[in-house]
């Protein structure tokens, strides 16, 4: 089996990486573990302004690629087959495109548990992702 596992660093991210702990050792299965970084601005077009802010969004950027190495690395000294994936681009297209590419069997993500007018006003991955995506997916929800 092959998971893609797409965190934010939020709280539910220990939740969700307990669950595919679980599901990896019973399944023998071959995890990525990926976030989706904001594109680069200066990528697609958008002028930042000063350095200051581009050296933010730089080390901001290297901070997430510290974090999920590590977590990645704390699943691995429990036998799980992991690779981490720091990705930019637009999340539910992105995580969509990854997990085609990698031939995922299904992909995994957290939900907040926002209430009905967050999820009008601005929607939610997990809500995006089972629109638009065909590979099965589970939705850890962030409440026990």
């Known amino acids: 089996m092959k998971l893609l596992v797409a965190i934010d660093f939020s709280e539910i991210t220990k939740r ?10 019973k399944a023998n299965a071959k995890v990525w573990l990926i976030h989706v970084a904001q594109p680069d601005p200066d990528f697609i077009g958008y002028n930042v302004g000063p350095d200051s802010e581009r050296k933010f969004m730089a080390d901001k950027f290297r901070d997430q690629h510290i974090k999920i190495q590590e977590l990645s690395e704390g699943m691995k000294e429990k036998g799980i087959n992991i690779t981490p994936l720091l990705v930019q681009g637009p999340t539910i297209e992105t995580i969509i495109k990854k ?14 548990g926002h209430g009905t007018m967050f999820h009008i006003l601005v929607g939610s991955i997990s809500q995006g992702l089972l629109k638009q995506s065909h590979i099965p997916l589970l939705i850890i929800p962030a409440k026990k």
């Open 99 to 112: 997990a085609e590419k990698l031939n995922a069997d299904m992909i995994v993500v957290g939900s907040h």
């Open 16 to 25: 969700i990486l307990e669950k595919v702990e679980q599901i990896a050792i």
